[in-house]
């Protein structure tokens, strides 16, 4: 079982920026997808980076691209969310998920290729960002 810690969340000033971090307890042979989801009160689950990490491709919703970066150290096993110029329309609680468990490259790529409605396998606790006008 994998096993995800998110961390780095917290409040800013619109314009200001974060850096999450999800560590997984587990990263070889595993959960070789990685992605970074937000919930706003009274919203729906959004995806909002997602990597896969063999070959590093990333993948973002429209809404954070060009303000978000999805990246990843293997030597730490962990998978980072560097947000840029947030807006207040940015506060959610984000979460860690990870998923492609065993799969081939080939597997993977398709999961990655609807990676915002996929229900992915594992979950963090989540970790809240408050952006402020």
């Known amino acids: 079982q994998v096993q995800l810690v998110e961390s780095g969340g917290g409040s800013v000033q619109a314009g200001g920026s974060l850096r999450l971090s999800c560590a997984a307890s587990r990263y070889t042979y595993g959960s070789v997808c990685m992605g970074w989801f937000r919930q706003a009160p009274g919203k729906e689950r959004e995806g909002v980076a997602a990597?896969?990490?063999?070959?590093?491709?990333?993948y973002y919703a429209d809404s954070v691209k060009g303000r978000f970066t999805i990246s990843q150290d293997n030597a730490k096993n962990t998978v980072y969310l560097q947000m840029n110029t947030l807006k207040p329309e940015d506060t959610a609680m984000y979460y860690c998920a990870a998923d492609c468990d065993g799969m081939t490259a080939i597997q993977a790529l398709a999961v990655m290729t609807s990676w915002t409605t996929r229900i992915w396998l594992h979950w963090g606790q989540g970790t809240q960002v408050t952006v402020s006008s």
């Open positions: 990597i896969y990490t063999v070959a590093g491709s990333t």
